[in-house]
Nanobody, 124 residues
Framework: EVQLVESGGGLVQAGGSLRLSCTVS????????IGWFRQAPGKEREGVSCIGSRGASTHVADSVKGRFTISRDNAKNTVYLQMNSLKPEDTAVYSC?????????????????WGQGTQVTVSS
């Protein structure tokens, strides 16, 4: 059974930080690229950041560049998203996803397996 589970979401004031985790089970974790996506009410799901299977290749959306950092620990089957200097417009459900391809890294169509998401709320 393939499973991705996000954790670390919550309520934080603007300017604060959160660290999201995505823990994967049921398949060979180190073969997969992992992406973080978010969806706010009334908005399309957008790619936030992603990391290649070996961790050498990363991509970050312009909207979060300089504030968010992605990393992975293959020994723990976990990918992290460190979010700093959070803004109210970062409020969304954040989901992680796994895929074998990495051609369009921030395109949701590149990913095959998805977690249920974790809520991030940033207050003013």
């Amino acid at each position: 059974e393939v499973q991705l589970v996000e954790s670390g979401g919550g309520l934080v004031q603007a300017g604060g930080s959160l660290r999201l985790s995505c823990t994967v089970s049921g398949f060979s974790f180190d073969d997969y690229a992992i992406g973080w996506f978010r969806q706010a009410p009334g908005k399309e799901r957008e790619g936030v950041s992603c990391i290649g299977s070996r961790g050498a290749s990363t991509h970050v959306a312009d909207s979060v560049k300089g504030r968010f950092t992605i990393s992975r620990d293959n020994a723990k089957n976990t990918v992290y998203l460190q979010m700093n200097s959070l803004k109210p417009e970062d409020t969304a459900v954040y989901s992680c996803a796994a895929g074998l391809r990495y051609i369009l890294p921030l395109d949701k169509e590149e990913y095959d397996y998805w977690g249920q998401g974790t809520q991030v709320t940033v207050s003013s």
